[in-house]
């Protein structure tokens, strides 16, 4: 007998008689398996300098990955950042499709260079076993 086990998008299958339970490291689709796992240093980020490092907050990217692996376009779907206990700048994106900086307001528009050189240091790394395939993939990044 088995046991399926859910938990925040991640699922494991546990077999009844066996005390162990298979956990990864990553997030896994329970419906369609995702071909590729994005790799990097770390999930949080340093603002730099001349941004305001002294911000705190997050940004939620949407990744636009070929078949082949490579990022080929991305959207900043929110920028959440906060400067001490009061916040900064809330942006949530409305409208998909457009990749220029000029489809963001003027006070995002200057964080989109640092999110281009973010996701340019990515690596897209293939799954064994899966086919590859187009897919949009969600990376949420912390800024500390």
């Known amino acids: 007998m088995f046991i399926v086990y859910s938990s925040c998008g991640q699922t494991t299958v546990k077999n009844k008689t066996d005390n162990k339970v298979d956990t990864s490291e990553y997030i896994v689709d329970p419906i369609e398996e995702m071909p590729f796992i994005i790799e990097r240093e770390n999930s949080y980020s340093v603002m730099p300098d001349s941004l305001g490092k002294d911000l705190t907050g997050l940004a939620g990217l949407r990744l636009y990955v070929s078949d082949n692996g490579i990022i080929g376009n991305f959207e900043l779907v929110k920028l959440s950042l906060n400067k001490g206990d009061a916040s900064f ?3 949530q994106r409305k409208k998909f499709g457009s990749f220029n900086i000029e489809s963001y307001p003027i006070d995002v528009q200057k964080y ?3 999110l281009v050189d ?3 240091m990515l690596k897209v790394r293939q799954v064994t076993g899966v086919a590859p395939r187009s897919v ?4 949420l990044v912390r800024f500390k």
């Open 112 to 114: 989109y260079p640092f």
């Open 136 to 139: 949009i993939m969600n990376l």
């Open 118 to 120: 973010y996701v340019n």
């Open 89 to 91: 700048i809330e942006y």
